[in-house]
């Protein structure tokens, strides 16, 4: 595929595709009666407009951050991860176990032990499916999709079974202790003397998860391990060729990816509910495909992604508070966004190959000592 | 539990699985031509709520019922353009898919009705009633035949007698005509049937277009027969079980009926729990039997209960030169 340079690659067919829904979206926008531009200039506003709506967007993107980076680590070994949704559910559940049964002395020793377990969690959420594809041959897809409604039919159980505080009606658990609260945004902000709302959005499992963007470029790009699965990704049977076991590859990229999906558990449960609620996840496992399609499973492109569905997401809070466009308009932008820079990709790239290979084709035309002979009709 | 309590029983078994066995037959279609569907769910949706809210605007739920159709098909088509001409990943174009109708119908129902989501109830002429077959009255007092009649085979709408009639309708399509022959052959092994001269396209676009028509009756079933009327993410998953119970049957017709009956039956004890006590002295959460189809699918994919092998060129674009 070298018919286009490596930035029309990179950055043009994202941008069109990104530009295409965009504008379908402003096409439903104004097909329910309101106004595309004012639209996007009241979630602008909601999202990027004040400290509190920062704090939002950032504390979304810390959510797809993580999820987008779980699909992408999948993807590269060719891995389509639908189950970030019940990894994630999954993670929140292993940081309520961890925060509600030991007394951890300091937030910083809680978030420690609460990253580990929400990673050990999600990983082993994504284990069986793992196992089943490699050792099976099970679809990954259905397995994944599977075990995200196990996972939520798992949560309730436990939730009304055991971790609901007696007397209580509501499926939660109880509140962690409040020495356990995340720093947050605007905490430090008022510690400054900037006056900031008191909500419990951005919080520091913000900066955990840049770590995590770095971590997973340094692993994908700077590893034997991240060679194998790049390798494992685009041809198995050349990675088994040279040596690589797929069915190692299989498993640990997918327990990579469940890690990564069940980290977003501390962000819900530690930072925001601080206690273990039904339904914390709100889908942010579903967006990480979006996320890593728009952002070419690249770290960087994910943080970047990631942050524009947090401002999506605030926005369309903002816009769902204040006019009658309801909330899931963020929905259909989000689908679009799957559609255009996933499954119709093609549908873009086909005639900008087409374009490229025809100035390609003009520009070695100019060179007569290049010119090949004309065949004869 | 007492005889009529199993009829009952029974009842809600039929009412649950008729949606899970349209859908079901749906992805049928698709898979066995080698379009992965997992958009089955958003499909359902988008016809639930379009055959309510054109029901409840005209009146008439036949009108409603095409409605529904149509809306299916047209996210048929989408998944069509992407999966077929573009020959992009049919997985990601069914997770888009769903998320667009999860979205676009609640935006619409807002936009139409303004009852936060939802379509106003339907009743009357609107909504799909359930028929009495005939002499259901009549030998309703005559004890075992009479409930088994009266109850479970008559009474239900005539959806519920389609969905059923579909089954052998599908078998005989599948395999006792050239169309089925051909339909299954590019799910198998697409460059035979090219080779053949017959268009892999055409093909595979009708067998979408078919899990369309299928998924629209399975939508509009939900919100003007089961229910009056349309809410938010109505489906529920539905479209998920329906995939798993495709698995479960190991996409074969009749099968696909009894794994439906079997899933429909889950759903039906989810709702009666003192049934479930009563019969196993055990006390069964629910959340739990609610996720036994998902339970079962997997381990059925895992190959310890008979192998499920999808058709071979499932999921894998068809590209002529090679």
């Known amino acids: 595929m070298d018919v286009m340079p490596k930035w029309a690659e990179v950055v043009l067919v994202p941008l069109i595709s990104l530009l295409l829904a965009a504008v379908i979206s402003a096409l439903v926008i104004l097909a329910i009666g309101e106004d595309p531009i004012a639209a996007a200039s009241l979630m602008v506003e909601g999202a990027v407009g004040s400290v509190r709506g920062w704090g939002y967007t950032l504390y979304y993107a810390t959510n797809f951050i993580f999820t987008g980076l779980a699909v992408a680590v999948a993807f590269h070994a060719r891995l389509f991860n639908i189950g970030g949704e019940g990894q994630a559910m999954l993670g929140g559940l292993g940081v309520a176990l961890a925060l509600l049964y030991v007394p951890w002395p300091h937030w910083t020793i809680g978030l420690i032990a609460a990253t580990g377990m929400a990673a050990a969690f999600g990983a082993l959420w994504a284990l069986i499916p793992a196992y089943l594809q490699a050792k099976r041959g099970s679809h990954i897809v259905i397995t994944t999709i599977m075990f995200n409604f196990i996972a939520s039919a798992l949560l309730i159980w436990m939730l009304n079974e055991f971790l609901k505080p007696v007397g209580s009606q509501d499926p939660a658990s109880a509140r962690f202790a409040t020495h356990l609260d995340l720093p947050t945004l605007n905490g430090w902000l008022a510690s400054m003397g900037i006056k900031a709302s008191k909500d419990d959005s951005v919080n520091v499992t913000f900066l955990v998860a840049l770590a995590c963007a770095v971590g997973v470029w340094v692993l994908m790009w700077k590893t034997r391990l991240g060679y194998e699965i790049r390798a494992f990704g685009h041809s198995e049977s050349a990675a088994k060729y040279a040596g690589i076991n797929p069915v190692k590859i299989t498993v640990v990229a997918m327990l990579i990816s469940g890690g990564l999906a069940g980290l977003m558990g501390i962000n819900t449960v530690m930072g925001e509910a601080e206690r273990l609620v039904l339904n914390s996840t709100e889908g942010a496992g579903f967006i990480g495909i979006a996320v890593a399609l728009m952002g070419r499973s690249h770290p960087l492109g994910v943080v970047i992604a990631a942050i524009l569905f947090g401002f999506l997401y605030q926005g369309g809070a903002e816009l769902a508070l204040w006019t009658s466009i309801p909330r899931e308009l963020i929905v259909v932008i989000q689908a679009l966004v799957i559609l255009f820079t996933g499954a119709l990709d093609n549908m873009v790239r086909m005639p900008l190959e087409r374009m490229f290979l025809a100035s390609k084709r003009r520009r070695e035309a100019a060179k007569p000592e290049r010119k090949p002979v004309e065949p004869a009709e | ?322």
């Open chain 2, 1 to 322: 539990m007492d005889y009529l309590t199993l009829i009952q029983l029974l009842d809600s078994t039929v009412r649950l699985a008729t949606p899970l066995l349209l859908a079901c037959l749906a992805g049928l279609f698709s898979e066995r031509a080698g379009i992965f569907d997992i958009g089955l769910e958003g499909k359902m949706l988008a016809a639930a709520f379009f055959s309510a809210a054109v029901a409840a605007l005209s009146g008439n739920v036949w009108v409603g019922l095409l409605a529904g159709i149509g809306a299916s098909m047209v996210l048929s088509a989408v998944h069509g353009l992407a999966s077929i001409t573009f020959r992009g990943n049919q997985l990601i174009s069914g997770v888009a898919i769903n998320f667009l109708a999860a979205g676009m119908t609640v935006l619409i129902a807002q936009d139409w009705f303004r009852q936060g989501g939802r379509t106003p109830s339907l009743s009357g002429g609107a909504r799909f009633d359930s028929i009495t077959l005939p002499g259901a009255d009549a030998i309703a007092d005559t004890p075992f035949i009479g409930p088994l009649y009266a109850e479970l085979i008559s009474g239900h709408s005539i959806l519920v007698y389609m969905a059923l009639a579909a089954v052998p309708l599908t078998w005989w399509l599948l395999f006792r005509t050239r169309f089925g022959l051909r339909l299954r052959a590019v799910g198998e092994n697409p460059a035979a049937v090219d080779t053949a001269g017959v268009s892999v396209v055409a093909l595979r676009y009708a067998a979408v277009a078919i899990c369309g028509l299928l998924c629209g009756i399975a939508g509009a079933y939900l919100s003007t027969a089961l229910q009056a009327g349309f809410v938010k993410d109505m489906s529920a998953g539905r479209g998920f079980i329906a995939l798993a119970a495709l698995i479960f049957s190991k996409w074969r017709p009749w099968h696909a009926l009894y794994a439906c009956l079997l899933f429909g039956l889950f759903g039906a004890l989810e709702t009666r729990p003192d049934v479930i006590e009563a019969v196993t002295t055990l006390k069964v959460n629910s959340a739990l039997l609610g996720a036994l189809p998902y339970v079962m699918t997997v381990i059925i994919l895992a190959g310890f209960i008979g192998k499920a092998i999808p058709p071979r060129a499932g999921g894998e674009p068809y590209v002529k030169e090679r």
